[in-house]
């Protein structure tokens, strides 16, 4: 009997009411342990976390209603603030995703308490899901609720409620992995200023939110199609309206492909414990 063996015996003999706990391959316990946490977290400050972010994207749609709402006319058959609205729910819910799965890491670096992710019996596959997935609820939440609260001005519809969740999943869990690898990264919080202001919010206000990217020149054109912020806007708004400017198809598998990917990045950067372990 070796000597690990010799202390699991040791600790049974003197406490026999605990015993040995096995956890499997897959550790569910302390995964949904991890993602409660998660969201308790948020839920904590719903105020600055939830209720701010939605009042923010509502206050976008009433000055761009009040300044231009009766000077466009209807965009590919849509009224303008209809139009309009999809792409703001959108960036809400991709904005949060991300800086919940961002802050996650960061603050613990910050305070001093990273161990708190580190000690517990979680791989990186968990830790990676249960962050990923706290990023997922906060995102939803706030899409939720700036639906909920735009409905109330405006005349709002579902019109492919399968198309609305998947994109709406899909791009929260995009940005949730680019935000766990933001918080990975960053040693302070202007790092993370940094990706917010130099590439989220660029990328997400030239994807066609506040326009038909038919009315782009051909080079600009040809740059929103590929960029992915514009895929998850379309297909939400289609998901809304029924109409969409580009290939749902192509959109749906490039979001997908990118998410497989940075989810790959930071099981990686877990696993070798970079920026967390050292």
């Given at each position: 009997?070796?000597?690990k063996s010799e202390i699991k015996s040791s600790a049974s003999k003197a406490y026999p009411e605990l015993g040995v706990r096995h956890f499997g391959r897959f550790n569910s316990l302390g995964l949904w342990t991890l993602y409660r946490k998660e969201v308790q977290r948020f839920l904590k400050v719903w105020m600055q976390t939830l209720m701010a972010?939605?009042?923010?994207?509502?206050?976008?749609?009433?000055?761009?209603?009040?300044?231009?709402?009766?000077?466009?006319?209807?965009?590919?058959?849509?009224?303008?603030?209809?139009?309009?609205?999809?792409?703001?729910?959108?960036?809400?819910?991709?904005?949060?995703?991300?800086?919940?799965?961002?802050?996650?890491?960061?603050?613990?670096?910050?305070?001093?308490?990273?161990?708190?992710?580190?000690?517990?019996?979680?791989?990186?596959?968990?830790?990676?899901?249960?962050?990923?997935?706290?990023?997922?609820?906060?995102?939803?939440?706030?899409?939720?609720?700036?639906?909920?609260?735009?409905?109330?001005?405006?005349?709002?519809?579902?019109?492919?409620?399968?198309?609305?969740?998947?994109?709406?999943?899909?791009?929260?869990?995009?940005?949730?992995?680019?935000?766990?690898?933001?918080?990975?990264?960053?040693?302070?919080?202007?790092?993370?200023?940094?990706?917010?202001?130099?590439?989220?919010?660029?990328?997400?206000?030239?994807?066609?939110?506040?326009?038909?990217?038919?009315?782009?020149?051909?080079?600009?054109?040809?740059?929103?199609?590929?960029?992915?912020?514009?895929?998850?806007?379309?297909?939400?708004?289609?998901?809304?309206?029924?109409?969409?400017?580009?290939?749902?198809?192509?959109?749906?598998?490039?979001?997908?492909?990118?998410?497989?990917?940075?989810?790959?990045?930071?099981?990686?950067?877990?696993?070798?414990?970079?920026?967390?372990?050292?």
């Amino acid at each position: 009997m070796n000597v690990k063996s010799e202390i699991k015996s040791s600790a049974s003999k003197a406490y026999p009411e605990l015993g040995v706990r096995h956890f499997g391959r897959f550790n569910s316990l302390g995964l949904w342990t991890l993602y409660r946490k998660e969201v308790q977290r948020f839920l904590k400050v719903w105020m600055q976390t939830l209720m701010a972010p939605t009042i923010t994207t509502l206050l976008f749609l009433a000055i761009f209603s009040l300044a231009l709402g009766g000077l466009r006319p209807d965009i590919n058959g849509v009224p303008f603030v209809n139009f309009l609205a999809p792409g703001l729910i959108m960036m809400a819910v991709v904005q949060n995703a991300f800086a919940n799965a961002s802050s996650s890491l960061l603050v613990a670096k910050v305070q001093g308490n990273v161990v708190d992710f580190l000690m517990p019996p979680l791989s990186p596959l968990e830790l990676n899901i249960g962050i990923t997935m706290g990023g997922i609820t906060r995102g939803i939440f706030v899409g939720g609720g700036t639906f909920i609260g735009m409905s109330i001005f405006i005349d709002l519809s579902i019109h492919n409620i399968f198309a609305a969740l998947f994109y709406a999943g899909i791009a929260s869990a995009l940005l949730a992995q680019i935000g766990l690898l933001g918080g990975i990264w960053a040693e302070k919080f202007d790092h993370l200023a940094t990706i917010s202001n130099f590439v989220i919010t660029p990328l997400s206000f030239l994807s066609g939110t506040f326009y038909s990217v038919s009315q782009l020149p051909g080079f600009a054109y040809a740059i929103t199609q590929y960029n992915p912020f514009f895929y998850m806007i379309d297909g939400f708004r289609y998901a809304m309206t029924g109409n969409a400017e580009g290939s749902l198809w192509f959109g749906a598998g490039l979001l997908m492909a990118l998410t497989l990917m940075t989810s790959m990045a930071c099981q990686y950067v877990l696993a070798k414990g970079w920026r967390i372990k050292s």
